[in-house]
């Protein structure tokens, strides 16, 4: 499995773009880079997912440069309700199991 | 859609106590696994079913837990006798079929257990 890096915690304001990158040097080939977030008593939340360059839904942006060993999830105008764990995650299509690092405790001020 | 339904929501007992959590997966969700969350951490793989079948339990403890998914639907994780250190959030998450990647987890909101 490639492990992942990411900032144990990012500091924003309202209404701020908050971009987190999450570093994955021995990503494979057939891998994705998978986004979750988990707010405080509640499980982690699918975001959204990416293999290379940028996907962007109703949620977030991923941004994934060509060598794919890193990747930038983009929350656009944050608001206080983004408060919460961001964990960065990288498996194949095929391999079911998630294995989840620390994240970043991403904390939204007024 | 209905979500994973988890219960209780709480639970404290103490050391040496046996507890169990329940689990009922989304409709159709043929793979569910049970995650332990302990404070600060991410959450941690304990088992992994596929049906009713077990994929992967390496990282279960097996001397004090053990868990079951009869008739590939329900599941129950145990634990017993408790320790202090079982102090954690334990999720169910369960998606459509093991091989059709990593989209689709749905989790609970767990069941938060306190050992004293």
Known sequence: ?110 | EAGVAQSPRYKIIEKRQSVAFWCNPISGHATLYWYQQILGQGPKLLIQFQNNGVVDDSQLPKDRFSAERLKGVDSTLKIQPAKLEDSAVYLCASSLLAGTGILGYTFGSGTRLTVV
């Open chain 1, 1 to 110: 499995l490639a492990k992942t890096t990411q900032p144990i915690s990012m500091d924003s304001y309202e209404g701020q773009e908050v971009n987190i990158t999450c570093s994955h040097n021995n990503i494979a080939t057939n891998d994705y880079i998978t986004w979750y977030q988990q707010f405080p008593s509640q499980g982690p939340r699918f975001i959204i997912q990416g293999y290379k360059t940028k996907v962007t839904n109703e949620v977030a942006s991923l941004f994934i440069p060509a060598d794919r060993k890193s990747s930038t999830l983009s929350l656009p105008r944050v608001s206080l309700s983004d408060t919460a764990v961001y964990y960065c995650l990288v498996g194949a299509t095929g391999y079911s199991t998630l294995t989840f690092g620390k994240g970043t405790m991403l904390l939204v001020s007024p």
